[in-house]
């Protein structure tokens, strides 16, 4: 079955646009994107066998570091076929270390397929990922999962959706049982009942025109709020609706499926992927309600010569072609990989692309359509595909390819600092050389994955999004490439800033007999609010200082914003503006100017009462109640600021924010605390100043 759906796809590859879906499956760790995915594939004939996490065998979670941790790290790419639609699905990790994963998937997706745990409802990754989704307007269907498992509530789960994500829902089924007598549920529209058996693996089911007596009541008052949701949404529907007339199946599945694309509602399903139940009416709900490239918008870029103007490229293969490289990954097999999603036009095998971001040619040499870390190559690919480049050589993530002679910049993509490093060295000589490589390759496929030398030690700094990132980035070192590297203790990656405004002088000037040096310029240091980066203004009036030697003093400053005043950490969130300075017609030179620049940058930060920063965690625990007192007690010591707490079943979640300094071995101590009952998750929220005590102990540490 599943070679024979590998021929379908690849004959039937330039397909009309609107038997095109390009989802993603999105949601917090363990609610089942995985499981899902392999339901998807096995229901649609794309895999023969199931797969299972336990047991390693899952087709999307290919790595071997995934298999032994059964979560998902990278996203993995594939294409399936259901009722003759193309389904193009992206299966993203639900841990929030890997979440440029996420990030870069949902930039290039048209639709997402949000999975829910029915009994933890709205966790905090899953409030992370939907906002992720909100910023690039990515239109999504819910999927209530795990209905089987002990404490499952549906309608609780619908609740936190409209109350945490400020969604609008439009329920499409009623459960048919709960937790262990879960069976199937009911489709609003048609009023037919769908149940699963034990047996076939949930690929057949039956189709009931009889509703259980115990849910008619709830039936019937469902479909009439959903019928009034969505005509809502339509003004012709409204005013059939409000006039007494009853709608049709198809009038409001064409009214939802708008209102879906328009982001006014979001469609309900529930089943459970592990159990084999429920999953090929959301199928079906991907096809009927999620768009396909043709009902977005055209996409927008700018021209790269005059970045004012903007640019549409409409998604038809006679379009000029544009493509946006949204991932990098290292194939052992064929070499670097560049994912690209096609938004206009179509690419061969052999010929050239331009790259808009840094102005060169790249030759494609092949493309492939992937199936996971399976690939099959192809000759040409269309508008609407996700398809993998080899031999495009200096493209990285984010960067637009497009045609020469008509180039294009589409939006880039952003992903959050790090907030962890750790110190690595390796073990020997050999290493040295094959561990630079290494990691440079390991930095192409993670933007979120940062190097830096440490010139004074001579050590190697590694930062990522936290613990278990560096972790599996190191381990595939190891593996990969064979390099064994010793590493230290995770540190925390402070930042630090300026609290008030500053002037400073930098003043370069070098005589040695011949030529000299000569750089001089004042700039003005002002604090910006936090996340705001940096910025640099050129204020120079009269020329003061050439045209020429501003972008070197720009320069200068950069570099010396890697090491910080207080402790050497990086300096963040300030405006700094070039307001004066003079030259000297035969000495200056740009370098000069570069090094007044960053001589101007240390002096001003020192009288602009510099601070540093530290990561805060939002971090939520899930404790039985006897141990409350206990966990929050140790969170009062661990300079936490609770945010609330809610009753869940017969458990707690505490909502606090802490410092990441204060939470290292946090794991074992919440172990020790709770017998092992609690559990607890975390993920990055924000930076803010470190109490004046507690600096005071980092500075002398460092020092």
Request: proline share 5%; charged share 25%; hydrophobic share 35%.
């Amino acid at each position: 079955m599943a070679q024979a759906q590998q021929a379908i796809i690849t004959k039937n590859r330039n397909m009309p646009l609107n038997k095109v879906r390009n989802i993603g499956i999105i949601a917090h760790i363990d609610a089942g994107k995985t499981t899902t995915t392999e339901r998807i594939l096995f229901y649609t004939g794309r895999t023969y066998k199931i797969g299972d996490i336990d047991e390693g065998t899952t087709v999307m979670d290919w790595m071997e570091q995934e298999r032994e941790r059964g979560i998902t790290i990278v996203s993995a790419a594939t294409t399936t076929f259901w009722k003759d639609v193309r389904i193009n699905i992206i299966d993203t990790p639900g841990h929030v270390d890997f979440t440029a994963e996420v990030e870069r998937s949902l930039r290039v997706l048209d639709g997402g397929i949000t999975v829910l745990d029915a009994e933890e409802g709205v966790q905090s990754q899953s409030e992370t990922v939907w906002h992720q989704a909100d910023k690039y307007n990515v239109p999504r269907i819910c999927f209530i999962n795990k209905m089987d498992k002990v404490g499952a509530d549906f309608r609780n789960t619908i609740k936190m959706i409209e109350e945490r994500l400020g969604a609008r829902t439009a329920v499409m089924v009623v459960p048919i049982g709960v937790e262990s007598t879960f069976k199937g549920a009911v489709d609003l529209l048609t009023r037919q009942a769908y149940v699963w058996g034990e047996s076939e693996l949930g690929a057949k089911f039956d189709v009931l025109d009889e509703i259980p007596e115990e849910i008619k009541a709830e039936v019937e008052k469902s479909r009439h709020e959903l019928i009034e949701k969505v005509a809502e949404t339509d003004d012709k529907l409204l005013e059939k609706y409000l006039s007494g007339g009853e709608l049709t199946v198809d009038e409001i599945k064409k009214g939802l499926r708008k209102a879906t694309i328009a982001y006014k509602l979001v469609p309900i399903y529930c089943g459970t992927s592990l159990r084999h139940k429920g999953v090929q009416p959301l199928l079906d709900a991907v096809i009927d309600y999620l768009p396909s490239p043709l009902d977005l918008p055209p996409v927008l870029g700018v021209d790269p010569k005059n970045p004012d103007s903007k640019l549409v490229r409409k998604p038809q293969n006679d379009e000029a072609f544009s493509g946006l490289a949204f991932k990098i990954q290292i194939d052992p097999h064929v070499g670097k990989l560049t994912y690209v999603r096609i938004y206009s036009g179509t690419i061969k095998a052999g010929s050239y692309v331009y790259n808009a971001n840094k102005g060169l040619k790249e030759r494609v040499g092949r493309i492939l359509l992937m199936h996971a870390n399976k690939r099959e190559e192809i000759e040409e690919a269309y508008a609407g595909e996700i398809v993998a480049l080899v031999g495009v050589k200096e493209t990285i993530t984010g960067n637009t390819l497009c045609d020469e002679n008509h180039p294009i910049i589409l939006e880039k993509i952003s992903f959050p600092d790090p907030v962890i490093s750790l110190a690595i060295e390796p073990k020997s000589k050999a290493d040295q050389e094959k561990m630079g490589f290494a990691l440079q390759r390991l930095a192409e496929e993670d933007p979120t994955f940062k190097i830096k030398s440490n010139p004074e030690t001579g050590q190697t700094i590694i930062s990522g999004m936290g613990e278990l990132h560096l972790e599996i980035l190191v381990d595939r070192m190891k593996r990969e490439f064979k390099v064994e590297a010793g590493v230290g203790a995770p540190q925390v990656a402070y930042k630090e800033t300026i609290r008030k405004m500053a002037e400073a002088e930098g003043k370069y000037i070098r005589q040695s007999g011949g030529r000299g040096q000569y750089g001089h310029c004042f700039l003005r240091l002002e604090p910006k609010n936090r996340g705001e980066g940096y910025e640099f203004v050129n204020a120079i009036k009269g020329g003061a200082i050439p045209a020429e030697f501003i972008t070197p003093i720009d320069k200068g400053v950069k570099e010396a914003m890697e090491n910080g005043v207080i402790a050497g950490y990086p300096l963040v969130d300030m405006q700094v503006t070039v307001y004066d300075g003079s030259y000297h017609d035969v000495d200056s030179s740009e370098i000069a100017f570069k090094i007044a620049g960053s001589m101007a940058l240390q002096s001003g930060v020192k009288q602009a009462d510099p601070v540093l920063l530290e990561p805060i965690m939002k971090v939520e625990i899930t404790t039985p109640d006897e141990f409350m007192g206990d966990v929050i007690g140790d969170l009062g010591a661990k300079r936490a600021q609770i945010m609330g707490s809610e009753k869940r079943g017969t458990v707690t979640v505490i909502l606090a924010q802490v410092p990441l300094a204060e939470l290292s071995g946090y794991a074992t101590t919440l172990r020790s605390m709770s017998k092992g009952r609690a559990t607890y998750y975390m993920e990055p929220s924000h930076y803010q100043e470190v109490p004046k005590n507690i600096q005071e102990k980092i500075i002398a540490k460092t020092n």
